[in-house]
């Protein structure tokens, strides 16, 4: 459980035991989150949605939000296994990509995937926390970081960096879960203990306004906010209805792993559902000449 620690050693404790969750067998979460692994929220508009075409719409509207040109270089801070780096990299040939993981085995598997997909001569992958990446202040266009934030204690310190990283009028882009300004419930409860500092190493939700002030402290402008809660109790849905479907395989591979995924994601899902934790995906852009803003009124409807 957590004590006090300094910001060194709290950087540690996240590098080491946020990985571990990502360690497993990649096969695993193939058949939990879908085709493109995605591990963050779907977003779902349509009656005949399926995970998969509610991950590629999420897909499309980070792409739509980050509006990237040719010659544009962007930062994934947190990869995963490549599920928004591999749509982004294909989509845009003339962008290049530096990817962030925390996890040897995402880094691998990602880079063989994007050998695959022919998209390897444009991503730098660097296994490394984001605090302590090498890392050059003013060079990126787009900086994202899609279910990956939450990871982080330093948050001011987080921002602070992202700000600095981006280029005038560069676009900040986060999607993560949140915690409602009002306390509903017991959030120290032994179930979120459990979920936040066990099963997912290091994990710490923050209430939505703090982390719009610690943006705009750092001199970007909130372009928009969107509210995905609901989306995200849908997603979540879909991977527990998956892990039923493949029990005995993720058992096989890691044994009893479906009992932990199946029992943190229900604890999670009823939070979202009750909405004592919120979802939301937000697009901030840094202060910059006038003709370089981006213009949310072309992005599309959901
Ligand atoms: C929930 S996964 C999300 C992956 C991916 N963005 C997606 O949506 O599919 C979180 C990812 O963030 C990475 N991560 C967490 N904390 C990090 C940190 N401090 N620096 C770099 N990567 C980090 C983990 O290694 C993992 O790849």
Redesign the pocket.
């Known amino acids: 459980m957590e004590t006090i620690q300094t910001s060194r050693e709290q ?1 540690d404790l ?2 080491r035991r ?2 571990e969750h ?1 360690e497993h067998d990649p096969e695993i979460f193939r058949m939990v ?1 879908g085709a ?5 929220t779907a977003i779902w508009s349509q009656a005949d949605d399926t995970l998969d075409t509610a991950q590629e719409r999420k897909c499309q509207s980070i792409a739509a939000r980050l509006s990237l040109a040719p010659g544009e270089r962007v930062l ?10 591999l749509y982004l990299a294909k989509k845009h040939p003339e962008v290049s990509f530096d990817a ?4 040897q085995k ?1 880094r691998d598997e990602v880079s063989r995937l994007a050998i695959e997909g022919g998209v390897s001569e444009k991503i730098r992958l660097i296994l ?4 302590t ?1 090498p890392l050059t202040e003013g060079s990126y266009d787009a900086i994202y ?4 934030i ?3 204690k330093h948050r001011e310190a ?1 921002l602070s960096r992202a700000a600095k990283l981006l280029k005038p009028g560069g676009r900040l882009f986060i ?1 993560d879960c949140y915690f409602p300004v009002q306390e509903r419930g017991d959030r120290d409860s032994r179930a979120n203990r459990y979920i936040l500092h066990e099963v997912l190493g290091y994990c710490q939700l923050r209430p939505l306004s703090e982390e719009l002030l610690d943006i705009e402290r750092n001199g970007l402008d909130i372009l928009h906010v969107q509210d995905l809660t609901a989306s995200y109790v849908k997603t979540v849905d879909a991977w527990i209805d998956n892990i039923r479907k493949h029990r005995a395989e993720i058992n096989a591979r890691a044994p009893g792993f479906a009992h932990i995924l199946q029992s943190y994601i229900t604890v999670g899902r009823r939070s979202f559902h009750q909405r004592t934790a919120l979802e939301y995906m937000l697009v901030a852009q840094k202060s910059g000449p006038l003709s370089r803003r981006i213009d949310p009124s072309y992005w599309p409807v959901l």
Do not use: K, N, P
């Not at 962030?100 to 996890?103: A, E, Q, V, Y």
């Open positions: 950087i996240e590098r946020v990985a990502y989150l493109r692994r995605a591990y963050s994934d801070v947190g990869c995963g296994w490549g599920s928004v780096l962030l993981t925390l996890s995402q490394e926390h984001f605090e990446a970081f899609v279910g990956s939450v990871h982080m987080v999607s």
